[in-house]
């Protein structure tokens, strides 16, 4: 059973300190949401763990099998298990969903066999089909240049979809439901649970408590000023929706 | 106070000397043995020799030449008779390989030792097409050749285009009848491997009215290592009234070869082009290409990609010309450029008095992967009439930092990624390209450059 673990992570970002000791462990089977304001560090979090290079880690580790993957580049983090849902996809222009997709299937079959000679295109076609009827996507989303010209709905499709092929052992997922309708909203989040079982350890951010209707969080975590402030169980997700997040603030001074 | 320093750009002898093309009036083509050569065209040639002898090298001095210099060019040590190793006499397979499934229209390969492979059904010749190389033309096609060849590139244009007609010997031809309509696309390649060798290249496409053909053509040679070698050519075209050509251009030549091309279309009433074309090799080209629309109602495309790394040089100077009301053009030229390589891109959209109506556009896009890689974009309108429409936009940027973390972030590597990222980036130009046989001959060029 794999873990990621966060210990005491800190991170600048443009020379200013944004997480300021982040604890938290994810396990393989498990959904934690974390929540908070904007501008409280989640994102960052999000962007440090698959290891972007803008975000400078200056103290902390984070532990997945073994490794501190703070030392690993982005590519090396995917061939562990990890996968991270973007908040705002990237369009790659001229470069279709299924060309890209099998792209990253044959780097994680390559990165575990080198001598792997990729995914049989059959094989590879029967999978994204089936994968995209769980998502209700038409096939021929298949044949469209990656997250371009998207809509909202379908970028985030298109990213729960990728997680699907991918089959990470954690998944964070970064304000997943962010600018969706409640209609597409329900249908990304039936796409997660469909993938949630105890292979799959997700790290749900986001801002809103609506997702975690759909999305059923094992434990809750509040972030303030770039620390976890408050964890629990799926009520705190409730108790801020109608309480937000003012009663937190004196917590955040006793820890400052 | 330190004295200030005059500096002055004047040409060392050396330099000169190095530049200085070893042929002479007997090297040309029939010199020896006059009557193998049919009149006209030895009359041909020698205007062409005197003109190359009276045209100076082109120097940055001249504007179409001031982003590329040719005092690197040493013409002294070049040869128009190579010696070559056996196994490079024959081209690589994959350029033999059939574009459209497993059938051509026809097929020309020119290989050194004047071996000609010719593949032609018996079919259209019967409809009076013609689809031949050049020294054969000389022989069974000498009038035809006389009423057609120059009339569309002239050997005034410079100093290349005149020692291309003073030389030139290989080339292909081909001529579609009136009402002749090609469903099949021919081919033809060139091939010539050779150390130090010149090699000069003509090539005549001529498409009479009510006709349509689809035409590739592709000249490669192998990398040599020593010393330079050179190419100059000539393309001609021309596309009748109501007529559909598809023109499809690859430029593999080795990184030894110094390219000088000057190319042009003509494109007659109701006529419609779709040029497109691929550069990847040489040393340093420069390539004048031009769309002169000469009939109310033409139109002319132009597609483009060209791939550099290494020290290479690829200069490629386009002109839209719109010579009749109601015209039609648009370019679009992509460029991605490795290690320490350059292209320039010069591109003019001409509108000549009196055409009304003509819709002018020319795109030139540049994605640089290494910061010491440059691309010089420099469009350009000349607009005469004043009820046209005409615009264009040039851009060099970088590899998207955001869009290689995305790809990353999914286990691709970073080779791998920007490899897609370029793949991407082309593929509006291979969107253009007919069929599958060529596209993927385009893709596996662009796989190749990437390593």
Redesign the interface.
């Known amino acids: 059973m794999s873990e990621l673990q966060i210990v005491d992570l800190h991170v600048n970002v443009n020379g200013k300190e944004i997480l300021k000791g982040v604890n938290l462990t994810v396990r393989q089977g498990e959904v934690h949401a974390l929540m908070g304001p904007n501008g409280t560090g989640k994102s960052t979090l999000a962007y440090t763990l698959?290891?972007?290079?803008n975000y400078e880690v200056t103290q902390g580790e984070v532990w997945f099998k073994g490794q501190n993957i703070l030392e690993l580049?982005?590519?090396q983090?995917?061939?562990l298990g990890l996968?991270?849902a973007?908040q705002y996809?990237?369009?790659?222009?001229?470069?279709s969903v299924a060309?890209?997709l099998r792209?990253?299937i044959n780097?994680?079959r390559k990165?575990e066999n080198p001598e792997d000679k990729g995914i049989p295109i059959p094989e590879f076609r029967k999978q994204l089909k089936k994968v995209m009827d769980t998502l209700r996507m038409d096939h021929s989303f298949a044949g469209r240049?990656l997250n371009d010209g998207f809509s909202g709905g379908e970028k985030k499709r298109a990213e729960v979809l990728?997680m699907a092929m991918?089959k990470p052992e954690i998944a964070i997922m970064d304000e997943t439901d962010s600018g969706l309708d409640i209609d597409a909203l329900r249908i990304v989040a039936e796409g997660v649970n469909t993938l949630r079982g105890p292979d799959l350890g997700v790290l749900v951010i986001t801002h809103y408590q609506r997702i975690l209707n759909y999305i059923k969080p094992d434990i809750v975590h509040i972030m303030l000023d770039g620390r976890i402030v408050e964890s629990g169980g799926p009520d705190l997700a409730l108790h801020l929706e109608e309480h937000g997040y003012d009663w937190l603030k004196n917590k955040v001074e006793v820890i400052a | 106070m330190a004295t200030p320093v005059i500096v002055t750009r004047k040409r060392r002898e050396s330099e000169v000397e190095l530049n200085r093309f070893p042929f002479t009036e007997k090297d040309l083509p029939g010199f020896e043995q006059a009557d193998e050569v049919p009149a006209f065209l030895r009359e041909y040639r020698f205007k062409g020799w005197n003109l190359f002898q009276t045209i100076p090298m082109p120097t940055t001095n001249d504007e179409a030449w001031r982003r590329t210099d040719l005092r690197g060019l040493r013409a002294s040590e070049l040869t128009l008779r190579a010696e070559l190793p056996k196994r490079q006499v024959k081209p690589p397979r994959n350029l033999l390989k059939p574009l459209v499934g497993k059938k051509h229209g026809g097929q020309i390969i020119l290989v050194p030792t004047y071996q000609t492979i010719h593949q032609v059904s018996d079919e259209w010749q019967k409809q009076g097409m013609i689809f031949t190389d050049f020294r054969t033309a000389q022989k069974e096609h000498a009038e035809w050749l006389s009423n057609t060849m120059g009339q569309i590139v002239r050997p005034e244009e410079g100093k290349f285009a005149a020692l291309a007609t003073a030389f030139a010997e290989d080339g292909v031809l081909v001529y579609i009848p009136r009402g002749v309509r090609l469903k099949e696309p021919l081919h033809s390649v060139i091939w010539s491997p050779g150390t130090r060798l010149a090699r000069f290249t003509r090539l005549l496409i001529w498409v009479d009215d009510d006709a349509e053909l689809t035409f590739v053509h592709e000249v490669a040679s192998p990398d040599q290592q020593d010393g330079q070698s050179f190419h100059a050519g000539i393309v001609e075209i021309h596309v009748g009234k109501g007529s559909h050509l598809t023109f499809v251009e690859m430029q593999s030549w080795g990184r030894d070869v110094w390219n000088f091309t000057h190319e042009r279309a003509r494109v007659d009433r109701d006529g419609t082009l779709d040029w497109i074309f691929g550069s990847v090799g040489s040393q340093l080209t420069k390539t004048f290409m031009e769309i002169d629309l000469v009939g109310e109602g033409a139109t002319g495309k132009m597609s483009g990609f060209y791939f550099t790394n290494g020290n290479q040089h690829l200069d490629h100077d386009t002109q839209q010309n719109h010579f009749a009301p109601h015209t039609t053009s648009d370019l679009l030229f992509k460029g991605a450029l490795q290690d320490r390589s350059r292209s320039v891109w010069q591109g003019m959209i001409y509108v000549a008095p009196g055409a009304q109506k003509t819709d002018g556009y020319q795109a030139n896009r540049n994605l640089t992967l290494s910061p010491h890689a440059r691309a010089d974009s420099i469009p350009g309108l000349e607009i005469m009439a004043d009820d046209v429409r005409c615009t264009h936009g040039a851009t060099v940027g970088k590899v998207?930092?955001?869009?290689l973390?995305?790809?990353?972030?999914?286990?691709?590597?970073?080779k791998?990624a920007i490899r897609?990222?370029v793949?991407?980036?082309?593929?509006?130009i291979m969107e253009r390209v007919p069929y599958g046989g060529v596209r993927q001959r385009f893709r596996t060029a662009i796989k190749q450059k990437i390593g």
Do not use: C, K, T, W
């Open positions: 698959m290891g972007h290079p580049e982005a590519d983090r995917a061939h996968f991270l973007f996809p990237v369009a790659i222009p001229g470069v060309n890209f792209a990253a780097a994680r990165a240049y990728q991918l | 998207d930092e955001e869009q973390f995305y790809l990353l972030s999914r286990g691709i590597s970073r791998e897609l990222i793949e991407g980036f082309f593929e509006p």
